[in-house]
Nanobody, 120 residues
């Protein structure tokens, strides 16, 4: 199983970016998917998560600015980021809780991380 994240880059304050994360491999079912981020010198923190049914939760710092759509048919989760500011600068990691076979317990998988830098 692999999670391939993409879409990071350099953006000016107030700008927007969209991250993508596609899960591939021997996947039976994907449950929750989400995005986390880690800024230099800080712990990794939750940005937003979405259940298979579409229920979401997100950090207070991104509410109203970030959304987390998901395409279950394509095993893909996105992070749409608007009104970015310097405090959003971090490496963003995607995460998925998934099972690889019927009856198997779900396991948490991580993508490789993609850098988002907000700077003028």
């Amino acid at each position: 199983v692999q999670l391939q994240a993409s879409g990071g880059g350099l953006v000016q304050p107030g700008g927007s970016l969209r991250l993508s994360c596609a899960a591939s491999g021997s996947i039976f079912s994907i449950y929750d998917m989400g995005w986390y981020r880690q800024a230099p010198g800080k712990q990794r923190e939750l940005v937003a998560r979405i259940s298979r049914g579409g229920r979401t939760n997100s950090a207070d710092s991104v509410k109203g600015r970030f959304t987390i759509p998901r395409n279950n048919d394509q095993n893909t989760v996105y992070l749409e980021m608007n009104s970015l500011n310097s405090e959003d600068t971090a490496v963003y990691f995607c995460n998925a809780d998934l099972s690889t076979g019927r009856g198997r317990q779900p396991t948490s998988y991580w993508g490789q991380g993609t850098q988002v830098t907000v700077s003028s």
